[in-house]
């Protein structure tokens, strides 16, 4: 896996992913303590609608930006959007209200809706083969999953030595270095889509996504994803302290187990992919979901027993592992389905189309969980990713085919 970074550009555009994802660590902690700063008791409250608001921001600004730079140069977007987020975390120690909070968070969170897409959108054509771009794509989610474990070991270290208004030094810190590592990188040549009107240009990714099999059963496969993983984020902290009386250290360790589950398959998936289509490994993961949903609902509503935490520990090892089946080869589909010009608008329609679902799992993991009770919502959000895997097999059939690029394209690439 690691001899991708053998390529100098994605090298550096790694180390760039890696540095600002560990600053975006230390910001979710650094913001959790100022919220507490703020609200006391209620810092709860302002984080709830923080979240709210970044899942907003990913919905609606992706494909509005993609669409307003679509004959921008990347470089140049990328290094904007990286001091735009540094600029935001300078200014969050500084706040005093909770609606700054709001404020400063959307326009950090557009900054990384900016970035993101543009990011993702320029590796397949810095990695142009498919096996090389496959272990891009396992080692950036080995990236995601190292740094949930990272950054809050690296926050408490922090914690023990300055204030937690430093932990925002260190998220400007990551953002300035991800924008120095972007400068260094030579972007390979890219030539602008042709001209066209603005609404066209802000439906396009929504427009392939809709002509695609393959791209509408990925639309389905989001809400697969989501679904595990709202019920996870969300309610991690309730099932380990509140429902078996667990240490709040065990909260970390349950959270552990799910990300090493998630890493496990990261590591590797470019030799299953290498054995596999996409579709059958994907679809496995898709199954997998719903199945584990229902199984955590059995043991929290009956659950109570000595073997209750080994076996939460278990399920939730596993929900890692499927989650990841399915959103690591994720953007195989969207380089398969896109164009050197298209590319953008369509990984920006996936970055919103993906948050979309999350922006309906995460509440009804959340406030719908507090009133039904957790059995119920793990059955409703087993429902939600049985409704996305459905979707996904009708769309995405499993004789293999598929819609292609132009194969004059393809060879031109290869």
Same mark, same amino acid.
């Given at each position: ?20 994802? /560990? ?5 979710? $902690? ?6 507490? +700063? !703020?609200?006391?008791?209620?810092? &709860? ?19 509005? !930006?993609?669409?307003?730079? @679509? ?84 926050? @408490? ?10 932990? %925002? ?20 040549? $890219?030539? @602008? ?15 392939? %996504? ?23 984020? /969300? ?14 250290? +065990? ?7 799910? &990300? ?36 955590? @609902?059995?043991? $929290?509503?009956? &659950? ?41 608008? /369509? ?39 049985? /409704? ?10 499993? +004789? &293999?085919?598929?819609?292609?690029? +132009? ?8």
């Amino acid at each position: 896996m690691l001899s991708v970074l053998r390529n100098r550009a994605y090298a550096l555009l790694f180390s760039a992913q890696v540095i600002a994802l /560990v600053g975006t660590g230390l910001l979710t $902690i650094a913001l959790g303590l100022l919220s507490f +700063d !703020i609200a006391g008791g209620d810092a &709860g409250v302002i984080l709830g609608v923080a979240m709210t608001v970044k899942m907003i921001a990913y919905v609606t600004v992706g494909p509005l !930006i993609a669409a307003l730079t @679509a004959r921008l140069p990347r470089k140049p977007l990328l290094i904007t959007a990286d001091l735009l987020r540094a600029s935001v975390a300078m200014s969050l120690p500084f706040v005093t209200q909770a609606w700054q909070i709001y404020v400063l968070i959307f326009i950090l969170q557009s900054a990384s809706a900016t970035f993101t897409p543009a990011f993702q959108a320029v590796i397949p054509s810095i990695l142009p083969k498919e096996g090389q771009y496959t272990r891009a794509l396992s080692l950036s989610r080995l990236a995601y999953d190292l740094e949930s474990l990272v950054s809050p070991a690296l926050a @408490a270290l922090l914690l023990t030595l300055v204030s937690y208004h430093q932990l %925002f030094v260190g998220t400007v810190i990551g953002f300035l270095g991800s924008a120095s590592l972007v400068l260094a990188v030579r972007f390979p040549r $890219i030539e @602008a889509p042709p001209a066209a009107p603005f609404l066209a240009r802000l439906t396009e990714g929504v427009r392939v %996504f809709g002509s695609r099999p393959e791209l509408r059963a990925l639309m389905g496969l989001n809400l697969v994803v989501a679904a595990p993983t709202a019920m996870v984020i /969300v309610n991690t902290v309730v099932l380990a302290q509140g429902h078996l009386g667990r240490p709040p250290s +065990d909260t970390a360790v349950l959270l552990g187990a799910y &990300g090493c589950g998630s890493m496990l398959v990261a590591l590797g998936m470019p030799k299953l992919l290498d054995a596999r289509p996409d579709r059958g490994v994907m679809m496995m993961g898709a199954l997998a979901a719903p199945a584990l949903l229902v199984a955590s @609902a059995a043991l $929290i509503a009956w &659950g109570s027993g000595s073997l209750a935490w080994p076996a939460l520990l278990v399920v939730w090892f596993l929900t890692g592992a499927a989650t990841s089946t399915v959103a690591t080869p994720s953007s195989r589909i969207l380089r398969r389905n896109s164009t050197e010009q298209n590319r953008p608008a /369509v990984f920006a329609a996936q970055f919103s189309l993906s948050h979309a679902c999350y922006l309906v799992a995460y509440p009804l993991a959340g406030a719908l969980g507090a009133t039904v009770g957790l059995p119920v919502i793990a059955l409703v959000l087993a429902a939600l990713a049985v /409704v996305g895997a459905t979707a996904a097999a009708r769309a995405w059939r499993p +004789d &293999g085919r598929v819609c292609r690029l +132009d194969q004059t394209a393809q060879a031109t690439r290869h």
